[in-house]
Every structure is written in C-alpha cells, then in structure tokens.
C-alpha cells in the first residue's frame, strides 16, 4: 500500500514533469518502485524519452525495462500498436525471454483474443509452474470475461501454493462478498488477520461480513472486531464506531438485556455514540441532527 508520504511525492514530481519543469525518469521509476497505475502519464512520459534517442541511450539497461512499461501502459490506454512496436523491440533483444513471452499474452489479452492469451499463459507455465506473475494473469483474464467462477477457482488453486500472498486473498474476498458468499469471504479475511494482526482494514471488513451473516455468535465477533478496528486506528474510524452501535443494537434485541456480557455492551454503544456525536460536531455539524436521530433509533429498537 501507499504511504501520503509516498503519494505525496508522487504527485508533486507528476505535476512538476507536466510543467515541464524535467524529472521524468525519476516519475517512471517511482511509478515502477509504488506499483502504481497511472497509464497515461507513463505513455506519454515514457514515449518522450524512447522517441529521444539521446535521452534513450543514456539509460544503459534501463532502457528494456522503460520499454516494458511503456508496452503495459500501451495495453491499458488501448494504444495496441505502440505496445506491439515496443514488445517487438524486447523480442528483437531477448529472443528467449519468457518475460516478453508474457508480454505478447498480454497484448493477446488486450485484442481481447482469450484462447491465444490462454494458450501463451499454458505454454509459459509448463516451463516454470511458480511464476506468480502469469497465474494472477489467468485470474484477471477470466474476471476481464465475466467467468467469475473461473476467476475463483484459479484464485484457490493459487492460493494452495503462494498462501502468503495477501493480495490474492483480499482479492478472493471481494470476489466473495460481490456474491454473497459471506462464509467463504470470512474465511479469507480471518487468513488476512492471521498473517497481517494489525492491519486495520482487515479487521473491519471481517467484523463487516460477520454483521452481514446475523446471528448472536457472528454479531458478538462482529463488535469485537470492530472495537479492534477502532483500537487500531486510534478511535478515529467512523464506520467501525457505526458497526458498535449495531452490533450491540441488533445483540440486544437477540439475548433482550438478559445477559451481563451484552449490558455491558450497551455501555460499548453509548461510549462509541458519544464519540460519533463528537466527531460530527467537529467535522460535519450540520449532519449532526440526522446522526442523532439515527442513534436513537438504535437504542429504542434495542
């Protein structure tokens, strides 16, 4: 993930690059270096210094890797012929490269030509089953064709190989909660919060699901997750403050004030209404009436 520190500065050398103020070499780079996607910039950029021979030759080596990004840049703006003229370029100077054997699937993927993409992808995992890269391409191939079920199946197969890869789990989430599977996405967020305790997202999103599922078990696991989130973030997150109060709502209407753990609950939601009812005192004041009567509503339900 991206940190403001690192968007920030990101930002400022783009605007500085755009004015013509120079820098572009070091923009492209930090785009590679952040993992970011800004397509157009980079196209533009990155065909500014390629065109300049000049500028192109004093890149040393780098000059293959500009050229890489310049081509997924190409697929993602739908300039297929700069990409193709780049990718023939690597092929000319790797003719052996499995790296620009991915590229060329790409550019299948980009013409929207899906057997030869998949035929690519096949023949380039046969000589090296491992690579992250072209698995997580078959994934996207399949989601880009609406076969989403496809797109789950060699999300979980990835998965039994590459456990540790927190992107794909989170992407198998969503997937997940887009279908309503809400036991399947708790099981993915529960393998997030193992391997990543203190990011607060995961956290929230879980106690999100479980809310969604019902249930005096879920809604009780809910509104610890939730408190955790709200620990994590330092009581500033808004909707896990929101998930307290509903969690301990809908739970009071389950067990109806019977049991200790659930009044002490209530206390829970009137602590996190209390802070709710600060914040949009400071930050949204005329928004204040309806967050009040939506919190009383929550308690006469309860």
Not at 153 to 173: C, G, I, Q, S, V
Not at 177 to 206: D, G, N, R, W
Not at 282 to 301: E, F, G
Request: proline residues 2%; aromatic residues 8%.
């Amino acid at each position: 993930m991206v940190t403001k520190t690192e968007e920030t500065q990101l930002n400022r050398l783009e605007n500085q690059v755009d004015n013509g103020g120079g820098g572009a070499w070091d923009y492209l780079c930090l785009v590679r270096k952040l993992k970011v996607r800004r397509s157009e910039k980079v196209l533009k950029h990155g065909l500014s210094i390629l065109n300049d021979p000049k500028q192109r030759s004093s890149l040393g080596a780098d000059e293959w890797t500009l050229y890489e990004q310049v081509a997924v840049a190409a697929m993602d703006c739908q300039c297929l012929d700069v990409a193709k003229d780049c990718t023939k370029v690597l092929r000319k100077r790797f003719p052996d490269s499995k790296r620009v054997g991915r590229l060329e699937a790409m550019l299948f993927e980009a013409k929207g030509s899906w057997e030869l993409a998949e035929k690519a992808y096949a023949s380039l995992l046969e000589d090296n089953p491992l690579d992250q890269a072209i698995h997580k391409r078959r994934v996207a191939m399949a989601k880009a064709q609406g076969n989403i079920s496809v797109a789950i199946d060699w999300l979980n197969k990835y998965l039994e190989t590459f456990m540790a890869d927190h992107d794909a789990w989170r992407e198998l989430a969503e997937i997940y909660v887009s279908l309503q599977m809400y036991k399947q996405a708790a099981f993915c967020y529960e393998e997030l919060i193992l391997s990543q305790p203190t990011v607060p997202l995961y956290h929230l999103a879980y106690a999100d699901v479980l809310y969604t599922l019902g249930g005096l078990e879920n809604l009780q696991t809910a509104k610890k997750y939730y408190a955790s989130t709200i620990d994590l973030t330092g009581g500033k997150n808004t909707r896990a403050l929101f998930g307290i109060c509903l969690c301990a709502s809908a739970i009071t209407q389950i067990t109806k004030g019977k049991s200790k753990e659930e009044k002490e609950g209530s206390q829970l939601q009137s602590l996190a209404a209390k802070v709710l009812e600060k914040d949009y005192k400071q930050r949204a004041p005329d928004k204040l009436p309806q967050l009040t009567t939506a919190l009383k509503s929550l308690t006469l339900s309860s």
